[in-house]
């Protein structure tokens, strides 16, 4: 009988399996631009957990393994950062990413009161770009940050909360 993969917030204890799938799952990305030295390949223990209590964090488990992870911020004009969206190579094309995303979403908009989403993805990373436009996302801009890497960034409005008549 298989297991489900469950979605929710990220406990402290999570950093070490969040970092580690990050490593796994930025390999591709390193390769695709040529550069080894992507932020999400470089960043510490220390440094993650930093991050993750500084914003929402949520993944995605199967079992007690970690097969996914997302992060959100949320600034004081109510524009949602959205970052480190993985999932484990073994899991892709399952759905998963989209899980997250929709998931990352409702709680920024719900808890954190976001207005606006952004998110950034290098401009040869045509799976994460599709699953952005899929899911409403459009371009806003971009930026050259090497020779070989240029990242798109893309944004949509939160949809309004449903507010039940009485």
């Not at 996914?68 to 190579?89: C, F, N, Q």
Request: aromatic share 6%; proline share 2%; charged share 20%.
């Amino acid at each position: 009988m298989g297991m489900s993969v469950t979605i929710s917030a990220a406990a402290g204890n999570d950093a070490e399996q969040i970092l580690k799938l990050q490593y796994l799952c930025y390999q591709s990305e390193a390769e695709l631009y040529g550069d080894y030295s992507i932020d999400p390949l470089t960043q510490t223990l220390d440094d993650l957990r930093a991050e993750l209590g500084g914003g929402c964090v949520l993944v995605a488990r199967l079992g007690e393994e970690v097969v996914g992870s997302v992060r959100g911020t949320v600034d004081g004009a109510g524009t949602a950062v959205i970052t480190g969206l993985i999932v484990h190579p073994r899991m892709r094309r399952h759905g998963l990413g989209g899980r997250l995303l929709a998931a990352i979403e409702e709680q920024l908009a719900g808890e954190w009161s976001a207005k606006r989403y952004r998110l950034a993805t290098g401009q040869r990373s045509e799976v994460n770009l599709r699953l952005y436009r899929n899911r409403g996302y459009q371009p806003t801009h971009t930026e050259r940050i090497s020779r070989t890497l240029t990242l798109v960034t893309l944004e949509k409005e939160a949809a309004p909360a449903f507010v039940a008549s009485a």
